[in-house]
Protein backbone atom coordinates (compact mmCIF):
# COMPACT_ATOMS: atom_id res chain seq x y z
CA UNK A 1 0.00 0.00 0.00
CA UNK A 2 1.23 3.39 -1.06
CA UNK A 3 -0.02 6.77 0.68
CA UNK A 4 -1.66 9.31 -1.29
CA UNK A 5 0.47 12.60 -1.12
CA UNK A 6 -1.18 15.78 -2.17
CA UNK A 7 -0.78 19.81 -2.01
CA UNK A 8 -3.67 20.72 -0.46
CA UNK A 9 -2.95 24.54 -0.57
CA UNK A 10 -0.43 26.52 -2.00
CA UNK A 11 0.55 30.15 -1.45
CA UNK A 12 3.58 31.71 -3.76
CA UNK A 13 4.74 35.44 -3.43
CA UNK A 14 7.58 37.15 -5.46
CA UNK A 15 8.21 34.31 -7.61
CA UNK A 16 9.20 35.22 -11.29
CA UNK A 17 6.58 37.41 -12.77
CA UNK A 18 3.82 35.50 -10.86
CA UNK A 19 1.00 37.71 -8.95
CA UNK A 20 0.78 36.60 -5.09
CA UNK A 21 -1.32 33.37 -5.47
CA UNK A 22 -3.13 30.95 -3.13
CA UNK A 23 -4.09 27.93 -5.08
CA UNK A 24 -6.74 24.54 -3.89
CA UNK A 25 -5.41 21.74 -6.12
CA UNK A 26 -7.97 19.22 -7.08
CA UNK A 27 -6.79 15.52 -6.13
CA UNK A 28 -5.65 14.12 -9.39
CA UNK A 29 -5.45 16.36 -12.07
CA UNK A 30 -4.47 20.07 -12.95
CA UNK A 31 -4.31 21.69 -15.98
CA UNK A 32 -2.82 25.03 -16.48
CA UNK A 33 -3.41 26.52 -19.46
CA UNK A 34 -1.53 29.70 -20.89
CA UNK A 35 -0.17 31.38 -23.71
CA UNK A 36 3.88 31.50 -23.93
CA UNK A 37 5.61 33.23 -21.05
CA UNK A 38 3.11 33.84 -18.58
CA UNK A 39 4.19 32.10 -15.94
CA UNK A 40 3.19 28.23 -15.96
CA UNK A 41 6.29 27.16 -16.00
CA UNK A 42 7.03 29.23 -13.04
CA UNK A 43 4.25 27.97 -10.51
CA UNK A 44 5.43 24.38 -11.63
CA UNK A 45 8.98 25.62 -10.23
CA UNK A 46 7.21 27.27 -6.91
CA UNK A 47 5.68 23.80 -6.17
CA UNK A 48 9.13 22.17 -6.82
CA UNK A 49 11.01 25.04 -4.92
CA UNK A 50 8.81 24.32 -1.49
CA UNK A 51 8.71 20.26 -1.82
CA UNK A 52 12.29 20.11 -2.65
CA UNK A 53 14.31 23.51 -1.94
CA UNK A 54 15.22 23.40 -5.42
CA UNK A 55 14.33 24.71 -8.67
CA UNK A 56 14.22 22.35 -12.07
CA UNK A 57 15.45 24.69 -14.19
CA UNK A 58 17.58 27.54 -13.04
CA UNK A 59 21.17 26.71 -11.49
CA UNK A 60 20.92 30.04 -9.19
CA UNK A 61 17.96 30.14 -6.89
CA UNK A 62 18.33 34.14 -6.85
CA UNK A 63 17.02 33.76 -10.59
CA UNK A 64 13.53 33.24 -9.07
CA UNK A 65 13.11 36.22 -6.81
CA UNK A 66 10.72 38.40 -8.50
CA UNK A 67 12.72 41.39 -9.95
CA UNK A 68 12.22 44.14 -7.43
CA UNK A 69 11.56 42.54 -4.67
CA UNK A 70 13.84 41.07 -1.67
CA UNK A 71 11.92 37.73 -1.11
CA UNK A 72 10.25 35.24 -2.34
CA UNK A 73 8.03 32.84 -0.52
CA UNK A 74 6.23 29.31 -1.35
CA UNK A 75 4.64 27.51 1.69
CA UNK A 76 2.55 24.35 1.12
CA UNK A 77 -0.48 22.35 3.36
CA UNK A 78 0.53 18.76 1.74
CA UNK A 79 -1.49 15.56 2.66
CA UNK A 80 0.04 12.36 3.44
CA UNK A 81 -2.39 9.35 3.79
CA UNK A 82 -3.65 10.82 6.99
CA UNK A 83 -1.77 13.66 8.14
CA UNK A 84 -1.27 17.31 6.54
CA UNK A 85 1.59 19.19 7.37
CA UNK A 86 2.87 22.49 6.22
CA UNK A 87 5.96 23.13 4.48
CA UNK A 88 7.88 26.55 3.55
CA UNK A 89 11.02 27.49 1.98
CA UNK A 90 11.46 31.31 1.87
CA UNK A 91 14.64 32.86 -0.98
CA UNK A 92 16.41 35.61 -0.12
CA UNK A 93 19.05 36.61 -2.70
CA UNK A 94 21.82 34.86 -0.47
CA UNK A 95 19.68 32.60 1.34
CA UNK A 96 17.26 30.18 2.14
CA UNK A 97 14.94 29.25 4.44
CA UNK A 98 13.05 26.02 5.32
CA UNK A 99 10.33 25.19 7.62
CA UNK A 100 8.58 22.15 8.49
CA UNK A 101 5.36 22.55 10.53
CA UNK A 102 6.93 26.13 11.58
CA UNK A 103 10.29 24.55 12.64
CA UNK A 104 13.24 24.12 11.71
CA UNK A 105 14.20 20.82 9.82
CA UNK A 106 16.68 18.56 11.24
CA UNK A 107 18.26 18.18 8.18
CA UNK A 108 17.92 19.98 4.94
CA UNK A 109 17.81 16.63 2.87
CA UNK A 110 15.19 15.42 5.36
CA UNK A 111 13.27 18.20 4.19
CA UNK A 112 14.01 17.65 0.80
CA UNK A 113 12.49 14.30 0.95
CA UNK A 114 9.18 15.02 2.66
CA UNK A 115 7.78 15.21 -0.34
CA UNK A 116 8.93 13.54 -3.50
CA UNK A 117 8.09 15.52 -6.69
CA UNK A 118 9.06 14.40 -10.11
CA UNK A 119 8.97 16.73 -13.16
CA UNK A 120 9.05 16.75 -16.69
CA UNK A 121 10.11 19.17 -18.63
CA UNK A 122 10.72 20.15 -22.29
CA UNK A 123 14.67 20.03 -21.37
CA UNK A 124 14.42 16.20 -20.41
CA UNK A 125 15.22 15.66 -23.97
CA UNK A 126 18.50 16.32 -23.08
CA UNK A 127 18.22 12.82 -21.01
CA UNK A 128 18.40 10.94 -24.16
CA UNK A 129 20.33 12.61 -26.99
CA UNK A 130 22.68 14.88 -24.27
CA UNK A 131 25.78 14.14 -22.36
CA UNK A 132 26.13 11.76 -19.39
CA UNK A 133 25.03 13.96 -16.73
CA UNK A 134 21.51 14.43 -17.28
CA UNK A 135 21.48 10.94 -16.70
CA UNK A 136 23.30 10.53 -14.06
CA UNK A 137 21.27 13.11 -12.30
CA UNK A 138 18.36 11.12 -13.01
CA UNK A 139 20.08 8.09 -10.99
CA UNK A 140 20.88 10.36 -8.30
CA UNK A 141 17.22 11.67 -7.47
CA UNK A 142 16.34 8.27 -7.71
CA UNK A 143 18.78 7.27 -5.04
CA UNK A 144 18.27 10.13 -2.29
CA UNK A 145 15.04 7.92 -2.42
CA UNK A 146 16.69 4.11 -3.03
CA UNK A 147 19.70 4.76 -0.58
CA UNK A 148 19.69 8.27 1.89
CA UNK A 149 23.43 7.16 2.92
CA UNK A 150 24.41 6.87 -0.50
CA UNK A 151 23.64 10.66 -1.18
CA UNK A 152 25.83 11.65 2.11
CA UNK A 153 28.51 9.70 0.66
CA UNK A 154 28.05 11.64 -2.67
CA UNK A 155 28.51 14.75 -1.37
CA UNK A 156 31.27 13.95 0.65
CA UNK A 157 33.11 12.46 -2.18
CA UNK A 158 32.31 15.33 -4.59
CA UNK A 159 34.02 17.91 -1.70
CA UNK A 160 37.46 15.60 -1.31
CA UNK A 161 37.20 15.04 -5.14
CA UNK A 162 37.27 18.70 -5.66
CA UNK A 163 39.87 19.66 -2.96
CA UNK A 164 42.03 16.69 -4.53
CA UNK A 165 42.28 18.19 -7.75
CA UNK A 166 42.97 21.78 -6.54
CA UNK A 167 46.28 19.94 -4.99
CA UNK A 168 46.77 18.39 -8.07
CA UNK A 169 46.86 21.42 -10.04
CA UNK A 170 48.70 23.71 -7.36
CA UNK A 171 51.19 21.08 -5.82
CA UNK A 172 51.31 18.36 -8.41
CA UNK A 173 51.52 14.69 -7.99
CA UNK A 174 53.59 14.01 -5.05
CA UNK A 175 51.74 16.31 -2.93
CA UNK A 176 51.31 14.64 0.22
CA UNK A 177 48.16 15.88 1.54
CA UNK A 178 46.70 13.61 -1.29
CA UNK A 179 46.60 10.50 0.66
CA UNK A 180 44.33 11.88 3.25
CA UNK A 181 41.65 13.22 0.28
CA UNK A 182 42.17 10.01 -2.21
CA UNK A 183 41.05 8.26 1.36
CA UNK A 184 38.06 10.21 1.60
CA UNK A 185 37.13 9.50 -2.04
CA UNK A 186 37.90 5.94 -1.57
CA UNK A 187 35.73 5.03 1.43
CA UNK A 188 33.15 7.76 0.05
CA UNK A 189 33.27 7.26 -3.79
CA UNK A 190 32.76 3.21 -3.25
CA UNK A 191 30.03 3.79 -1.46
CA UNK A 192 28.00 6.22 -4.01
CA UNK A 193 29.24 4.02 -6.75
CA UNK A 194 27.11 1.46 -4.83
CA UNK A 195 24.00 3.63 -4.74
CA UNK A 196 24.31 4.46 -8.20
CA UNK A 197 24.44 0.49 -9.11
CA UNK A 198 21.16 0.17 -7.13
CA UNK A 199 19.54 3.22 -9.08
CA UNK A 200 20.52 2.04 -11.93
CA UNK A 201 19.17 -1.43 -11.50
CA UNK A 202 16.01 0.16 -9.87
CA UNK A 203 15.72 1.85 -13.54
CA UNK A 204 17.06 -1.09 -15.77
CA UNK A 205 14.49 -3.12 -14.47
CA UNK A 206 11.94 -0.80 -14.97
CA UNK A 207 12.08 0.91 -18.33
CA UNK A 208 11.71 -1.92 -20.96
CA UNK A 209 8.30 -2.77 -19.35
CA UNK A 210 7.38 1.50 -19.28
CA UNK A 211 8.82 1.93 -23.11
CA UNK A 212 6.46 -0.59 -24.53
CA UNK A 213 3.16 0.83 -22.71
CA UNK A 214 4.07 4.00 -24.54
CA UNK A 215 5.71 2.74 -28.01
CA UNK A 216 4.99 0.26 -30.29
CA UNK A 217 5.60 -2.97 -28.70
CA UNK A 218 7.96 -4.59 -31.26
CA UNK A 219 10.37 -1.75 -30.28
CA UNK A 220 12.54 -2.82 -27.33
CA UNK A 221 14.25 -0.56 -25.07
CA UNK A 222 17.07 -1.15 -22.13
CA UNK A 223 19.77 0.41 -20.37
CA UNK A 224 23.08 -0.42 -18.94
CA UNK A 225 25.06 0.68 -16.28
CA UNK A 226 28.60 1.68 -17.07
CA UNK A 227 30.61 2.58 -13.57
CA UNK A 228 33.34 5.12 -14.12
CA UNK A 229 34.08 4.04 -10.32
CA UNK A 230 34.12 0.77 -8.25
CA UNK A 231 32.10 0.30 -5.66
CA UNK A 232 35.54 -1.78 -3.96
CA UNK A 233 37.14 0.58 -1.63
CA UNK A 234 41.03 -0.43 -1.81
CA UNK A 235 41.02 -0.99 -5.76
CA UNK A 236 39.56 2.55 -5.52
CA UNK A 237 42.19 4.18 -3.86
CA UNK A 238 44.87 2.46 -6.01
CA UNK A 239 43.18 3.68 -9.25
CA UNK A 240 43.19 6.80 -7.91
CA UNK A 241 46.99 6.65 -7.16
CA UNK A 242 47.66 5.58 -10.27
CA UNK A 243 45.87 8.23 -11.99
CA UNK A 244 47.34 11.05 -10.26
CA UNK A 245 49.68 12.37 -13.15
CA UNK A 246 46.62 11.54 -15.97
CA UNK A 247 44.14 13.96 -13.77
CA UNK A 248 47.06 16.49 -13.13
CA UNK A 249 47.46 16.97 -16.98
CA UNK A 250 43.64 16.61 -17.93
CA UNK A 251 42.24 18.69 -15.17
CA UNK A 252 39.85 15.97 -13.87
CA UNK A 253 39.43 13.05 -12.07
CA UNK A 254 39.09 10.19 -14.99
CA UNK A 255 38.58 7.19 -12.36
CA UNK A 256 35.35 7.78 -10.52
CA UNK A 257 31.40 7.35 -10.36
CA UNK A 258 31.80 11.31 -11.95
CA UNK A 259 32.30 9.33 -15.39
CA UNK A 260 29.58 6.71 -14.79
CA UNK A 261 27.40 6.55 -17.81
CA UNK A 262 23.81 4.89 -17.88
CA UNK A 263 23.84 4.17 -21.87
CA UNK A 264 20.37 3.56 -23.25
CA UNK A 265 19.93 1.40 -26.15
CA UNK A 266 16.93 0.98 -28.46
CA UNK A 267 17.03 -2.13 -30.57
CA UNK A 268 20.20 -2.89 -30.20
CA UNK A 269 21.59 0.35 -31.09
CA UNK A 270 22.57 3.45 -28.82
CA UNK A 271 19.38 5.27 -28.61
CA UNK A 272 21.25 9.08 -28.70
CA UNK A 273 23.21 8.17 -32.69
CA UNK A 274 19.94 6.18 -33.35
CA UNK A 275 16.32 6.79 -32.44
CA UNK A 276 14.51 8.75 -33.79
CA UNK A 277 13.07 12.53 -32.83
CA UNK A 278 9.63 10.98 -31.89
CA UNK A 279 11.69 7.39 -30.43
CA UNK A 280 13.74 9.82 -28.07
CA UNK A 281 11.01 11.89 -26.98
CA UNK A 282 9.06 8.80 -25.81
CA UNK A 283 12.18 7.17 -24.45
CA UNK A 284 12.73 10.37 -22.18
CA UNK A 285 8.69 9.96 -21.09
CA UNK A 286 9.57 6.05 -20.24
CA UNK A 287 12.62 7.34 -18.38
CA UNK A 288 10.96 10.19 -16.20
CA UNK A 289 8.17 7.12 -15.35
CA UNK A 290 10.59 4.92 -14.45
CA UNK A 291 12.11 7.53 -11.85
CA UNK A 292 8.25 8.11 -10.86
CA UNK A 293 7.89 3.92 -10.70
CA UNK A 294 11.58 3.65 -8.32
CA UNK A 295 11.00 6.42 -6.11
CA UNK A 296 7.16 5.77 -5.85
CA UNK A 297 8.31 2.23 -4.51
CA UNK A 298 11.41 3.37 -2.23
CA UNK A 299 9.37 6.40 -0.85
CA UNK A 300 6.16 4.41 -0.25
CA UNK A 301 4.16 6.89 -1.57
CA UNK A 302 2.70 8.31 -4.82
CA UNK A 303 5.10 11.34 -5.88
CA UNK A 304 3.46 14.31 -7.12
CA UNK A 305 3.99 14.87 -11.57
CA UNK A 306 4.76 18.17 -12.59
CA UNK A 307 4.48 17.88 -16.65
CA UNK A 308 5.97 20.90 -17.79
CA UNK A 309 4.78 22.19 -21.31
CA UNK A 310 3.34 18.73 -23.04
CA UNK A 311 1.99 20.25 -25.65
CA UNK A 312 5.50 21.46 -27.31
CA UNK A 313 6.72 18.26 -26.53
CA UNK A 314 3.83 15.51 -27.75
CA UNK A 315 1.90 14.84 -30.77
CA UNK A 316 -1.97 14.21 -30.07
CA UNK A 317 -1.90 10.70 -30.38
CA UNK A 318 0.84 10.45 -27.39
CA UNK A 319 -0.58 13.23 -25.74
CA UNK A 320 -3.85 11.17 -25.59
CA UNK A 321 -1.44 8.16 -24.58
CA UNK A 322 -0.08 10.15 -21.54
CA UNK A 323 -3.20 11.15 -20.53
CA UNK A 324 -4.66 7.70 -20.18
CA UNK A 325 -1.61 6.65 -18.70
CA UNK A 326 -1.48 9.60 -15.88
CA UNK A 327 -5.27 9.03 -15.02
CA UNK A 328 -3.88 5.56 -14.48
CA UNK A 329 -0.99 6.70 -11.97
CA UNK A 330 -2.12 8.03 -8.59
CA UNK A 331 -0.73 10.83 -8.22
CA UNK A 332 -1.51 14.18 -7.97
CA UNK A 333 -0.76 15.63 -11.73
CA UNK A 334 0.06 19.42 -12.35
CA UNK A 335 0.15 19.30 -16.04
CA UNK A 336 1.01 22.71 -18.26
CA UNK A 337 0.14 23.07 -21.89
CA UNK A 338 -0.33 26.08 -24.33
CA UNK A 339 -3.45 23.71 -25.84
CA UNK A 340 -6.37 23.21 -23.74
CA UNK A 341 -7.94 21.47 -26.81
CA UNK A 342 -4.90 18.56 -25.64
CA UNK A 343 -7.11 17.63 -22.28
CA UNK A 344 -10.63 17.80 -23.00
CA UNK A 345 -12.72 17.45 -19.60
CA UNK A 346 -14.08 13.80 -19.08
CA UNK A 347 -17.15 13.02 -16.88
CA UNK A 348 -16.80 11.86 -13.56
CA UNK A 349 -13.52 13.78 -13.24
CA UNK A 350 -15.36 16.46 -11.23
CA UNK A 351 -13.64 17.33 -7.82
CA UNK A 352 -10.63 15.47 -8.84
CA UNK A 353 -9.74 17.75 -11.53
CA UNK A 354 -9.17 21.49 -11.87
CA UNK A 355 -8.45 24.12 -15.07
CA UNK A 356 -6.85 27.14 -14.46
CA UNK A 357 -5.40 29.80 -17.09
CA UNK A 358 -2.59 31.90 -16.44
CA UNK A 359 -2.47 35.26 -17.98
CA UNK A 360 0.20 37.34 -17.20
CA UNK A 361 1.48 36.22 -13.66
CA UNK A 362 -2.14 35.90 -12.60
CA UNK A 363 -4.65 33.24 -12.17
CA UNK A 364 -8.32 32.54 -13.09
CA UNK A 365 -10.77 29.31 -12.49
CA UNK A 366 -10.59 27.22 -9.75
CA UNK A 367 -6.93 28.83 -8.93
CA UNK A 368 -7.51 32.57 -7.21
CA UNK A 369 -5.08 35.42 -7.66
CA UNK A 370 -5.43 37.50 -4.04
N1 LIG B 1 12.85 37.03 -11.54
C1 LIG B 1 11.88 37.41 -12.38
N2 LIG B 1 11.12 38.49 -12.11
C2 LIG B 1 10.12 38.88 -12.93
N3 LIG B 1 9.79 38.22 -14.05
C3 LIG B 1 10.51 37.12 -14.38
C4 LIG B 1 11.57 36.66 -13.57
N4 LIG B 1 12.10 35.54 -14.14
C5 LIG B 1 11.39 35.33 -15.25
N5 LIG B 1 10.42 36.26 -15.41
C6 LIG B 1 9.40 36.36 -16.49
O1 LIG B 1 8.36 35.48 -16.14
C7 LIG B 1 7.61 35.14 -17.30
C8 LIG B 1 7.03 33.77 -17.15
O2 LIG B 1 7.93 32.78 -17.47
P1 LIG B 1 7.50 31.23 -17.54
O3 LIG B 1 7.04 30.76 -16.21
O4 LIG B 1 8.66 30.54 -18.14
O5 LIG B 1 6.26 31.26 -18.55
P2 LIG B 1 5.56 30.07 -19.38
O6 LIG B 1 5.98 28.79 -18.79
O7 LIG B 1 4.10 30.32 -19.26
O8 LIG B 1 6.03 30.21 -20.81
C9 LIG B 1 8.55 35.37 -18.46
O9 LIG B 1 7.98 36.38 -19.25
C10 LIG B 1 9.84 35.86 -17.84
O10 LIG B 1 10.42 36.89 -18.57
MG1 LIG C 1 7.06 27.27 -19.72
Known sequence: MKSSLLFERLSIRGVRNLTALELEPASRLNVIVGDNGQGKTSVLEALYLVATTKSFRAERLGTLIQAGT???????????GGMRREQRTVLGPRSRVVRLDGKAPKSLAGYATRTPVVVFSPADLELVSGGASGRRRLLDRVALYLDPPGTDARLRYEHALRSRQRVLEERGPGARELDAFEEVMAEDGARFALARERAADGVRERLGATFARLAAPELTVRSSYVAGGTVERDLFRQRLAAAR????R???ATFGPQRDELELVIDGRPARSHASQGQQRLLTLALKLTELDCIREARGAHPVLLLDDVSSELDPERTL???ELLMSTQSQVFVTTTRADLFPERPREGSERADFR??????SGALRGV
Open 250 to 252: RGA
Open 245 to 248: AADT
Open 321 to 323: AVH
Open 70 to 80: EQASVSAVVRE
Open 358 to 363: LTAGAL
